[in-house]
């Protein structure tokens, strides 16, 4: 069946370095794809998403390109901030069995030091 | 608009108790979703409703686990009798129209402890 598979965290940086988190799909057909972030005590919430091949979804400084040849889905930004210490979940759309329904990946988490 | 809500955010409750744990979606959202978090298995879904109608239960770990949707506005997830494995953050959410390209919203979670 569909799959995501991510980069072990945790990933800790300094303030103001490069991030990316690797993330790599397995999927039959033609998944949409998305990155969501859990800070703290609190929910999943959407970061950004790509619904085709060579889409590029963008948020708060965040990237990642919908590569089908690659079947990836890397999550970058150019420079961290403390603010974005949490944890990172890509996730694909399952289309299996004719209803649809998020695969998440295990989670990497993020710790940005000042 | 006040998000997926969920109660209680914490529940603490013995062996062998029930649990209930309840969600408000949000409003106008067709899709409702239960999810379990835990460090050894991350993310899974449970259950997922369709219109009030429960689409696919496959995820449900067994017979112990039920869940309702009675109306467009409420969710319970119930547990019993309830055992310490089944300790998790159980996640709630919500989204309209194909789940395929809309935001699923969560709720805040209920972090459950089985002693």
């Known amino acids: 069946g569909d799959s995501v598979t991510q980069m072990e965290g945790p990933v800790t940086l300094s303030e103001e370095a490069f991030l990316t988190i690797n993330c790599t799909y397995t999927?039959?057909?033609?998944?949409?794809l998305f990155w969501y972030v859990q800070y703290p005590g609190e929910g999943l919430q959407l970061l950004l998403k790509a619904t085709k091949a060579d889409d590029k979804g963008s948020n708060k400084g965040f990237e990642a390109t919908y590569r089908k040849e690659t079947t990836s889905f890397h999550l970058e930004k150019g420079s961290v901030q403390v603010s974005d210490s949490a944890v990172y979940f890509c996730?694909?759309?399952?289309?299996?069995?004719?209803?649809?329904?998020?695969?998440f990946g295990a989670g990497t988490r993020l710790a940005v030091h000042p | 608009d006040a998000g997926v809500i969920q109660s209680p955010r914490h529940e603490v409750t013995e062996m062998g108790q029930e649990v209930t744990l309840r969600c408000k979606p949000i409003s106008g959202h067709d899709y409702l979703f239960w999810y379990r978090q835990t460090m050894m298995r991350g993310l899974e879904l449970l259950i997922y409703?369709?219109?009030?109608?429960?689409?696919?239960d496959s995820g449900m770990p067994e017979d112990r686990f039920s869940a309702k949707m009675p109306n467009a506005s409420f969710s319970t997830l119930k547990i019993q009798p309830s055992e310490p494995r089944d300790s998790a953050v159980y996640f709630c959410?919500?989204?309209?129209?194909?789940?395929?390209?809309?935001?699923?919203?969560f709720g805040p979670g209920t972090r459950l402890t089985v002693l």
């Open positions: 409703f369709n219109n009030n109608v429960p689409i696919d």
């Open positions: 959410a919500s989204t309209i129209r194909d789940p395929t390209t809309d935001t699923q919203y």
């Open positions: 999927a039959t057909g033609y998944p949409s």
């Open positions: 996730a694909l759309s399952d289309e299996t069995g004719g209803y649809n329904k998020l695969i």
